[in-house]
């Protein structure tokens, strides 16, 4: 997924290297032929700037990219013929974002991080601004199995927190970009003092990504994208992937046939 990947690290790459990145990511199919020098030229960069973006990309040489952009614009497209209104261009756009992040799915990474949050003596949740709902909606999913969980948006109550933390505690830190500096602060104070860190984030090399112990990622937005019409749904749908990791290994019917009778006499 190049395209895919290359989106992810577009906000580590410097100012030149994000014009080779526009240039592929908008003229993929042009690129598969040309020469490096050819590819320079067009981006109006130096080779050394393009052999940079191939490098972080975790190519060993050009030629090796080009094989593999060639094999990944091969693969059938999604069938645009038809005009999309906005409520189809929505629904193609999520749909094609949940496939991408399922087609790089790291299982048995997810399975390990399911365990670890069973071990925990507390999991603790960071996330600043848009992020937070889905920190906040993940705690009281896992605090429906009785497990000691909470979630944290204020910076100053993340680093208090974070601090008092140890070995037995887990703490899952929030950021479509993995690049607010709040987050990655109260992530790496958590890590110092002895907590298991887990990033979700699209960020590909971003400072969050670096700091935590492990990383799971979701999908990047286009960087012609508004960053505030970024949606949230990769995010979500890691947490929903964890916690239903978490309740097939060790919940059955009746942990939640007891929640089902406790919040019965709250409705009406």
Known sequence: MIINKIKGIYN??????????????ERAPDVIHYSITELANWS???????????????????????????KELSEPPLDT????????????KICNSL????QNLNKELLNKIAERILKSKKLIFFAVGRSFPVALDSSLKFAALGLPTAAYSDPHMQVIVGANLNEEDTVISISHSG??????KSTQIAKDAGAHTIAITSGVDSPLS???????????SDPSEN????DRIGEMYIIELLYNLVVSKKFNDEHFDKLKNVIKPKKF
Request: aromatic share 16%.
């Open 12 to 25: 580590s790459l410097t100012k030149r290297e994000k014009k080779v990145a526009d240039y592929i990511i």
């Open 44 to 70: 109006e960069v130096s080779e050394t700037t393009v052999y940079r973006v191939i490098k972080k990309l975790g190519f060993t040489g050009y030629q090796e990219f080009k094989i593999l952009l060639a």
């Open 81 to 92: 013929s038809k005009k999309e209104d906005l409520f189809s261009h929505f629904h193609n």
């Open 99 to 102: 496939n991408i992040i399922y």
């Open 179 to 184: 690049y607010i500096r709040d987050v990655f």
């Open 210 to 220: 670096l700091v935590a112990d492990e990383v799971v990622y979701t999908t990047p």
């Open 227 to 230: 960053e505030f019409t970024h």
